[in-house]
């Protein structure tokens, strides 16, 4: 049996820290789509953690945690990862597993990144410029490196060969930046992940499935960066949605039971792209503040907004969501009025749906309103002491879905969750 907890807006939407809570529950963690690109913050005995490529369940002891074949995995950011674990205790070598079939990012990758950014000019996606667009190229145009072939005795030659071929594309973008330092740090880490648990992901899983076994997938970025279903072209380049669960790790679709979406209470994104309900004013500068809302891989800070209820419902219907769960609801206490996003006005016409060309489109958010509840919510342990207008806002967002919210967080803590 495999539940998805993924996120349902433009990514950052708490999921490392929902993955971290309901980890006791599951035997296996498995990390399915995207890389480094991914910040997922956890706190660990009040310890803050931020992962970018190992899954969220490796502070919990006994449990097996598994990056996915459709994971795209740099060895530097995943040596320097673990260095960090291990320095908080944790015997990774014991429970980390990787697939053979995850694709390798190598540092020609991070370049060609940063290249085919700059060329974009005023285009630009905003990327984390941590290479994952060229290394699922790669994977895609049938050229890549995956982890499986650093066993192999030709890996070295394999590597100048792309190498050359991504030089040639750098040299096509006139990219002078010397990166053979980055080459170095890259052919120490491999060095080291070569003595890793590298296994056959798809028949580990499905063993793991057949004996009984509890299977929790976890999802990095969130459905509106989906390469299909987001705000193409300012997307990430992986099936964020529950689809990629079953190609990122290699599960049957019946396998799937619940799907946990991840929603913030109110709505952010970093990077370029459309977000029709952005607030560029003291509003958004004050959720921005109140939320911390920074970048927990770049640092940039995000963009903040009022949620967005057509997108979301969109994201529920794309990934089947059987539940939700709201987080960050504690960052709108202090607000006297806030305000969710019914409907989308395009050319003076009410639509209820994400419309093909989001970026191409002037689309004008039409708003409710709701009282806020200005109450600290943070102590709160039960869903009978959280104040009624909270309730109303809530019951709101649940009839609007038609998919139940059912977990409310209440801070970043590990135990700051209430049960609807
Ligand atoms: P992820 O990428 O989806 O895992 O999310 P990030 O870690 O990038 O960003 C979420 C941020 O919100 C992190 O700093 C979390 O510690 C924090 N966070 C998560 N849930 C809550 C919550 O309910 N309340 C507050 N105040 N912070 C939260
Ligand atoms: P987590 O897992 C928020 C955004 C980037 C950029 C676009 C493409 O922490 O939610 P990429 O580096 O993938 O080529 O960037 O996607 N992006 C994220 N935004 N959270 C993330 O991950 C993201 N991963 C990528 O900012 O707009
Ligand atoms: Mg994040």
């Not at 999921?15 to 956890?42: E, S």
């Not at 056959?200 to 976890?218: C, H, P, R, S």
Request: with cysteine; charged share 25%.
């Amino acid at each position: 049996m495999v539940d998805v907890i993924l996120g349902l807006q433009w990514g950052d939407e708490g999921k490392g820290k929902i993955v971290d809570y309901f980890a006791p529950n599951y035997d296996v963690i498995a990390r399915f789509q995207g890389g480094p690109n991914a910040g997922h913050t956890l706190y660990v005995n009040g310890q803050k953690v931020v992962l970018h490529q190992i899954p969220s369940g490796i502070f919990h002891e006994g449990k097996t945690n598994l990056i996915g074949n459709g994971v795209v995995l740099d060895p530097v950011t995943l040596k320097r990862e673990c260095g960090v674990v291990a320095s908080m205790g944790v015997d990774y070598k014991k429970s980390l597993y990787i697939s053979e079939r995850a694709h390798l990012i190598l540092p020609t990758h991070r370049a060609l990144d940063k290249a085919s950014e700059i060329a974009k000019g005023n285009e630009k996606i905003g990327s984390t410029l941590k290479g994952i667009g060229p290394a699922y190229m790669d994977k895609t145009g049938r050229n890549g490196l995956r982890v499986g072939d650093l066993l192999d005795k030709s890996f070295t030659s394999q590597y100048i060969k792309l190498r050359l071929k991504h030089q040639r594309l750098l040299d096509n973008y006139n990219f002078q930046e010397d990166i053979s330092l980055w080459e170095d740090e890259f052919f120490e880490a491999i060095e080291e992940l070569r003595s890793f648990n590298i296994v056959n992901g798809e028949y580990f899983i499905n063993d793991k499935i057949q004996q009984g076994k509890k299977v929790l997938a976890e999802g990095a970025q969130g459905s509106m960066l989906d390469v299909d279903f987001g705000t193409f072209p300012f997307v990430t380049s992986s099936s964020t949605i529950s689809a990629g669960v079953c190609t990122g790790l290699g599960i049957a679709p019946q396998k799937i039971k619940d799907v946990f979406g991840v929603s913030k209470a109110y709505c952010t994104r970093v990077g370029s792209g459309p977000f029709p309900t952005e607030l560029d004013d003291d509003m958004g500068e004050l959720i921005r503040k109140t939320g911390s809302e920074f970048g927990a891989t770049t640092g940039r800070p995000r963009r903040c907004g009022w949620i967005d209820l057509v997108a979301l419902q969109f994201a529920c219907m794309i990934n089947g969501v059987t539940q939700v769960i709201m987080t960050k609801t504690d960052i709108l206490d202090a607000l006297p009025e806030l305000k969710v996003c019914n409907g989308y006005s395009i050319n003076g016409e009410e639509k209820s749906y994400v419309p093909f060309q989001m970026s191409k489109v002037k689309i004008d958010p039409i708003h409710k309103s709701f009282q806020g509840w200005q109450t600290d919510i943070t102590k709160i342990d039960n869903y009978t002491d959280l104040p009624q207008k909270m309730k109303n806002y809530i019951d709101y967002i649940n009839n609007f879905l038609k998919v139940p919210v059912k977990y409310i967080s209440n801070g970043p803590g590990r135990d700051q969750i209430i049960l609807a």
